[in-house]
């Protein structure tokens, strides 16, 4: 079973920087879509930054301009660089991981494209 580990969630102030880092344990993510999902309390789970295994990426309205989603093929880490961190960016933070291939990347942004998960890392920007 693939595991999907996130890491590098905490507290943080408005306009501040964060980076979120992710990996798996069975598969390298040069050969996997990725994408980053955030789920706030009360609310959908979204999408934040996806990348293709080609280097595509896509981003939520939300985030364009201030994350970045990246990886680094040979530590086989996916990293969710975030800068001018706001109050609305408060959620649990998931990684995510999929294997197969989709011609439109906008399907890389929705949750059932993707087959392992991980269990989240928590960001909280306090107002």
């Known amino acids: 079973q693939e595991q999907v580990v996130e890491s590098g969630g905490g507290l943080v102030q408005t306009g501040d920087s964060l980076r979120l880092s992710c990996t798996t344990s069975?598969?390298?993510?040069?050969?996997?879509?990725m994408g980053w999902f955030r789920q706030a309390p009360g609310k959908e789970r979204e999408s934040v930054a996806v990348?293709?295994?080609?280097?595509?990426?896509a981003y939520g309205d939300s985030v364009k301009g201030r994350f970045t989603i990246s990886r680094d093929n040979a530590k086989n880490i996916l990293y969710l660089q975030m800068n001018n961190l706001k109050p609305e960016d408060t959620a649990v933070y998931y990684c995510?991981?999929?294997?197969?291939?989709?011609?439109?990347?906008?399907?890389?942004?929705?949750?059932?494209?993707?087959?392992?998960w991980g269990q989240g890392t928590q960001v909280t920007v306090p107002s």
């Open positions: 069975r598969r390298e993510i040069r050969n996997s879509g």
């Open positions: 995510a991981a999929t294997l197969k291939y989709y011609r439109d990347i906008n399907d890389y942004t929705q949750i059932w494209a993707y087959s392992y």
């Open positions: 990348q293709t295994t080609v280097g595509s990426t």
